[in-house]
T-cell receptor, first 114, second 111 residues
Framework: GNSVTQMEGPVTLSEEAFLTINCTYTATGYPSLFWYVQYPGEGLQLLLKATKADDKGSNKGFEATYRKETTSFHLEKGSVQVSDSAVYFCARVDSGGSNYKLTFGKGTLLTVNP | ETGVTQSPTHLIKTRGQQVTLRCSSQSGHNTVSWYQQALGQGPQFIFQYYREEENGRGNFPPRFSGLQFPNYSSELNVNALELDDSALYLC??????????FGPGTRLTVL
């Protein structure tokens, strides 16, 4: 089936460190890919997206490139801040005819220490 | 522009009871999806409503049901609650496949 797999956490970094969170997806169909962020006690916020191969999504210093050849959509940030501490979810959306649903990875908890 | 809102914020029920959760979609969004997020897990798709009709369903039993109203707001109903139904329930509204906006969720605890 259609799924995404992301690296398990938790990930703990010092402020200004480089962040990579790996995400791969099953090579079925032509999904759009997303990264969502969930801050403690809150719902999900869309961080960035890419709708086709070679697209790069970016927002708030985060980037991810849709790579069809490696079926990956890794999240990166050059210099993390304490305020980036949250759970990050990789997701895909597949159109099932008249409907569409998001399929999420299990999430990666990021903690950034000052 | 008002975002997606959900009510109540928190809810405690006992096994066997029934619960109704509510969602107001973002202005103009005609599609609402519901997700269940168990502790430490990613959200799981329950079902989707488009223009008041169920438009797709995930792997959830029939005791999970829903409604969408003419103003595109929505309800999620769960009958015969089980302990495993304890989770954060998220509603997302959208106009197209690549933009789903989530509400803050309802935390349901079943004792």
């Amino acid at each position: 089936g259609n799924s995404v797999t992301q690296m398990e956490g938790p990930v703990t970094l010092s402020e200004e460190a480089f962040l990579t969170i790996n995400c791969t997806y099953t090579a079925t169909g032509y999904p759009s890919l997303f990264w969502y962020v969930q801050y403690p006690g809150e719902g999900l916020q869309l961080l960035l997206k890419a709708t086709k191969a070679d697209d790069k999504g970016s927002n708030k210093g985060f980037e991810a490139t849709y790579r069809k050849e490696t079926t990956s959509f890794h999240l990166e940030k050059g210099s993390v801040q304490v305020s980036d501490s949250a759970v990050y979810f990789c997701a895909r959306v597949d159109s099932g005819g008249s409907n569409y649903k998001l399929t999420f990875g299990k999430g990666t908890l990021l903690t950034v220490n000052p | 522009e008002t975002g997606v809102t959900q009510s109540p914020t928190h809810l405690i029920k006992t096994r066997g009871q029934q619960v109704t959760l509510r969602c107001s979609s973002q202005s103009g969004h005609n599609t609402v999806s519901w997700y269940q997020q168990a502790l430490g897990q990613g959200p799981q798709f329950i079902f989707q409503y488009y223009r008041e009709e169920e438009n797709g369903r995930g792997n959830f039993p029939p005791r999970f049901s829903g409604l969408q109203f003419p103003n595109y707001s929505s309800e999620l109903n769960v009958n015969a609650l089980e302990l495993d139904d304890s989770a954060l329930y998220l509603c997302a509204s959208s106009l197209d496949i690549n933009e789903q906006f989530f509400g803050p969720g309802t935390r349901l605890t079943v004792l």
